[in-house]
């Protein structure tokens, strides 16, 4: 039992399915690019091989510019199995102990971080000073102090930064940010976000305060207010926010399990968002424009993303989200590519900063600005 | 030019399919009973032969239990219209001045107060002076001490007091309603009410402080608040409010645009409304429970409601809002039938002290209880 996989099966579709991808009828992510490829390949070990870890590992397999070449896990036995599935040699192998070594590895380019929130920014540090590029999962950290810390070292380490914000190469997401840019909505009043499921296991880390640093907003609502940013194309200036808890016996004291809170924008453009924890069916972003709109339902789910627009509906190629980001990330960091979305630290700072006015706002239950 | 024409077109319904209801393919409402009816018929004086007048004059031509036998009006020329076209004798017309000698008509039995909303208090309480029914369009007043008044003039003239809450006999917000009541979406977590279209003509009532008593909130998000009332079948115990201002100019002091707004409820569910004057593509309700959910797109609209539930689309047969309204207020007037949801001055009184405290939230910033 484990929240992403409850996440998954809410989509309806099998754990199965995804570890097939790509999948028949889906785009050919292997060759999303539609030629061959023969520059560098980004050499990435993964840290943490939960069930994210794995879906990305999955995912890899498609990739034609980045490869997963190691592994960094507390749990031998995940590693020997790792190991077998992936063909990994035994000197990419590590533990939390001993993975500072991986300075002297020539074979490993970059580390994507794959644990619990609470660990990111020690283990981030780590890799930025191992000499590797470090790939951390979404949240980057758990407050916006340490996540600058986090940019600071990488940048002291000469080290690119970025984040698992898979949603940022995705095709219909990226044809709603071309047709807002392209004045298609009109000038833009009103975006809205729901982000939730029901989680299960409450012994899960992500229910701890220590290792998630938070409750909903960490894992699922950071979609809404990463969304209502490149949506918008805008920063927020003001947050509210209100906390309903229901069961105060799974969701703790600093775990939040339902928080619902708002954004006031330069423009005059305001948001609407939802966080949770305790629902299902909630997976929604709807843009809406003086000249049209835009909805994407299910919008940040791990299974096809569907939208439509006033112009009807989108029919951009479903992709594996995990497959195209990794290749996207490798022309990141070899050709300094430049993402429609930033991908980086500085980028996932911004959600920080947000994720800390939100819970002073739900705290105090006063307007909180944001400054970024 | 008016609001709710606007409103309409924003449906994509031609004004002229309204005037010719029931249309093909939608419910019989003429016998939505299925069975003659001969019984009392309510005889009715509409007040206010404005757009709305006119749809409810042109719905009630289908019902069976209630007839448009009179007008009140300012307008001499409207009245000599309407007069020709729906054959009301001399006899049963009245101006706003001499509108209380219908005390001695007895070819009345209650009249329709379908003006501003300013007008609402004292016009009802002509009406009830002149011991006649009275039916008010919602808002049914400005504020909950007007209301209050209302209902209590009403109460000692022992007439009733109806509010035209269309939506509480609408077929498909019914079965919601009574899927909710089985339990067959469990425990009910959410609920999600956004209300609003572009409205036009700046010099419209709706947008001057005297006769709308406010904006948006008044006359679209009202239902919102209706609607997640009768939606979670739970009355909220507190409010927060955001509003957001993009155009001073059209939106005077205290006329709203867009209003942000969050309930609370006692079980712990929660609410996301927004009301706005500024944005069209929004009319939907979204109620979530444990075991499924219910969507309504469009919810509150005067043509076809739409719907679905995780169990599937919901098929129950399209109506005339209005006219199946009308033949249900005759026989709670008559037979003090029972409706799902009330639509009586004190079911309106709720809505009105919501208001006021969507009002303070907005204004004061902080979350303000609210004791109906």
Redesign the interface.
Known sequence: MNSRRDFLQKLGISTLALHLAPVSGWANTKNHDNQAYDGPVLRVAIMGLGSYGTRVAEAMQACTKAKLVGVISGTPSKIKEWQTKYSIPEKNCYNYNNFDDIKSNPDIDAVYVITPNGLHHDQVIRVAKAGKHAICEKPMAVNAMEGQEMVDACKKANVKLLVGYRMHFEPKTLEVIRMRKAGDLGKI??F?G?CGF?IGDPTQWRLNKQLAGGGSIMDIGIYAINGARYMTGEEPVWV?A?E???DPVKFKEGVDE?I?F?F?FP????A?C?S?Y?????DRFFL?G?K??AELQPSTGYGPIMGRT?KGELNQPVTVHQTVQMDEMAAIIFHNKQPVVPIDGEEAVKDLKIIDAIYLAAKT???VEIRL
Chains 1, 2 share one sequence.
Do not use: I, P
């Not at 423009?267 to 305001?270: K, L």
């Not at 305790?278 to 909630?282: A, F, K, P, S, V």
């Open positions: 009043l009103f809205q729901l029901t509210t209100q309903t808890k229901t339902t619902q708002q006031g423009s005059g453009a305001a609407s939802l949770t305790t629902m299902n069916n909630l809406n003086e049209g709109f006033n239950g006063k307007k």
